[in-house]
């Protein structure tokens, strides 16, 4: 005779055994579940997103901040590290300069490529505020395969973000009216040169080749309406090493143009001076570059970047840590991409990968920036990606921030 007792254990071991899988299938959801993607998203200010994605098939982590152009409580600015033209610092010490100077920074990113020779000088043109750090015809790097310039990220007066290959050009006007063309803004010269220099170069003008005959005046800030400039001559010609004051620029130039421009400028002549990015897509206000585009049109370009912007296969293709930038269609949402590698948590991506995941998020217009050790992404005050270099943030040329404008 069955009593009750063992009855009931008759039938809970029939259950068990009836449905074996039970537990098991439980188990390998909850695996699944922990294999999946994960994706969080955060408010950081009104019009302003940050998202984190952990892709687990690729092994990615992937640092996003969203931007409402539209929204004018915010501009997006570049920082020159040390704010010197060879300075370097990392962008959460940027950051906490800019804090510090009663500046609210709700994002950063490291932007351009610097030359490691020359300290912390970016390779492309720099414009911060609406004033050149750095003007430059080609694009001052010596990794390109060729000469070549670069795309870059500009910002219109509008906030309208663009996506160029940009080149200085500038001119002088004289009181008599002949033209000199400015080769560049800061940096070092070529013989028969016109070079201009200003804070952001340092204190001094850099020094000339001794075989050169270089000359050296200063001009002071008149007025200036749009790219015109109206500078008064006062000093005399010398030979340079000049001392740069904060609203100065100093003319430097060498060899027979100095002979010419030295027979046409003389001190009390008041000159024009005409400095813009090409193509001239209105008033610029924020500029930095990158190397090199992979999304144009919405469309995965990456694959071209070797044969149009002098890059080679063990940088477009060998998978490393990425920072990049974009825009949607409409222009009216930025982009902020940091993408960690060299790491267990993170592989990194080719270009072609990072092109691929900036379309996925809505980018239309996208560009690869500094990436590699640089790869860095400050949030309130805070670094939240994984640089990868052993000793930690790496110090940078340039970073671009998301900076909330005063009342």
Excluded at 237 to 253: F, P, V
Excluded at 361 to 388: A, F, H, R, W
Aim: proline letters at 3%; aromatic letters at 8%.
């Amino acid at each position: 005779m069955i009593t009750k007792k063992i009855f009931h254990l008759i039938i809970i071991c029939f259950c068990y055994l009836s449905f074996p899988h039970a537990q098991s299938t439980h188990s390998v959801e909850h695996k699944l579940t922990a294999a999946k993607d994960s994706a969080e998203t955060e408010q950081l200010a009104p019009g302003i997103f940050h998202k984190h994605i952990i892709d687990r098939k690729d092994t990615l982590s992937i640092h996003i901040v969203s931007l409402d152009l539209k929204n004018n409580s915010y501009t997006v600015a570049a920082v020159k590290g040390c704010d010197s033209l060879l300075g370097r610092e990392t962008t959460s010490s940027m950051v906490k300069r800019l804090d510090e100077n009663r500046n609210k920074v709700i994002a950063a990113v490291n932007s351009d490529f610097f030359k490691i020779k020359y300290g912390g000088e970016p390779e492309n043109n720099l414009v911060i505020d609406g004033e050149f750090a750095k003007g430059t015809k080609i694009t001052d790097s010596e990794y390109d395969a060729f000469d070549n310039i670069h795309y870059q990220f500009a910002l219109t007066k509008n906030n309208k973000p663009l996506i160029e290959r940009f080149r200085f050009e500038g001119k002088i006007i004289t009181k008599n009216r002949s033209e000199f063309e400015v080769d560049r803004i800061n940096s070092q010269t070529d013989s028969n040169a016109v070079t201009l220099y200003n804070h952001y170069q340092g204190y001094t003008t850099p020094q000339q080749k001794d075989k050169w005959k270089n000359l050296e005046i200063r001009l002071t800030k008149l007025t200036s309406n749009g790219d015109t400039l109206l500078y008064k001559v006062t000093g005399d010609w010398h030979i340079g090493k000049t001392k740069i004051d904060d609203s100065d620029y100093i003319l430097s130039t060498n060899n027979e143009t100095a002979d010419e421009m030295s027979s046409s400028i003389y001190p009390g002549d008041t000159l024009k001076i005409i400095l813009k990015l090409i193509p001239d897509l209105g008033k610029i206000i924020t500029a930095t570059g990158g190397w090199g585009r992979i999304v144009h049109n919405g469309k995965n370009v990456a694959a071209f970047t070797d044969s149009i912007e002098g890059t080679f296969p063990k940088f477009s293709v060998t998978k490393h840590p990425r920072t990049g930038i974009g825009f949607s269609k409409d222009s009216t949402t930025l982009y902020l991409f940091t993408i960690d590698g060299r790491q267990e948590s993170s592989s990194g991506v080719s270009l072609k990968q990072f092109a691929d995941i900036m379309i996925k998020e809505g980018v239309y217009q996208g560009l690869n920036l500094d990436g590699g050790g640089s790869t860095t992404m400050v949030i309130n005050d805070k670094v939240v990606n994984k640089p990868s270099d052993k000793n930690g943030e790496r110090p940078v040329g340039v970073s671009l921030v998301i900076i909330k404008k005063e009342n």
